[in-house]
Each structure stands twice: as C-alpha cells, then as structure tokens.
C-alpha cells in the first residue's frame, strides 16, 4: 500500500517561497512509470495541478505557473518537494501530493493547508 505525506509550514508570508516535502513509503518515487504530483485546491475553488517529476527525474509544469514552480527529489529518502516563489495570498490552499499512473491519480496525501499572509 502506498502512502504519501505531506509536510511544510502552514504560514508563508507574502513575495516568500513555500516549500512543501511529500515522504512516499510503500513504493519507490524510482519505479516505472509513475508520475509524483502536486495540486492544490483553494478555497472554495476545484483542483488545480501544478506539476509533476516523473520516474525518471523530468519534471513539467502548469504552464501559469511555470515561472515560479520547481519540483525536485531526493531518492534517497524517497521524497520529493515542492517549491513556489514569490506566493500571494492567491496561493492559499490545501496542497496534496499524489501518484498518478500516467494522468490518473491513484494514491494521495491527506493534504496540508497553506495560508499565505502577511
């Protein structure tokens, strides 16, 4: 069984980077041919992807936010992070870490709030 975690502050303060780590256990972030995710969903709005690195260590990106995403692993605790600068409080939301199986997400995290204010 797969689990994912997320973890990272809840506060980040505006123009600030938030950063945000998903700890896999029950499965390699290595394996053919997972895709390692993050979406988020504001408040009162549906998800929204973000982006993903794949098995192979490529990433891609929502384009609109391209310019401020970076998503990076480290194999060896079998986590990958999150990173997204210069945030607003538009970034505000619940951020969810997940497989996905080529597109479909088949295993989630329990999500993690993250408020940006000043």
């Known amino acids: 069984q797969v689990q994912l975690q997320e973890s990272g502050p809840g506060l980040v303060k505006p123009s600030q980077t938030l950063s945000l780590t998903c700890t896999v256990s029950?499965?390699?972030?290595?394996?053919?041919?997972?895709?390692w995710s993050w979406i988020r969903q504001p408040p009162g709005k549906g998800l929204e992807w973000i982006g993903y690195?794949?098995?192979?260590?490529?990433?891609y990106y929502n384009p609109p936010l391209k310019s401020r995403t970076s998503i990076s692993r480290d194999t060896s605790k079998n986590q990958f992070t999150l990173q997204l600068s210069s945030v607003t409080p538009e970034d505000t939301a619940v951020y969810y870490c997940?497989?996905?199986?080529?597109?479909?997400?088949?295993?989630w995290g329990q999500g993690t709030q993250v408020t940006v204010s000043s």
């Open positions: 690195i794949a098995y192979s260590g490529s990433t």
């Open positions: 997940a497989r996905c199986n080529v597109v479909v997400p088949d295993y």
């Open positions: 029950g499965g390699s972030i290595t394996t053919n041919y997972y895709y």
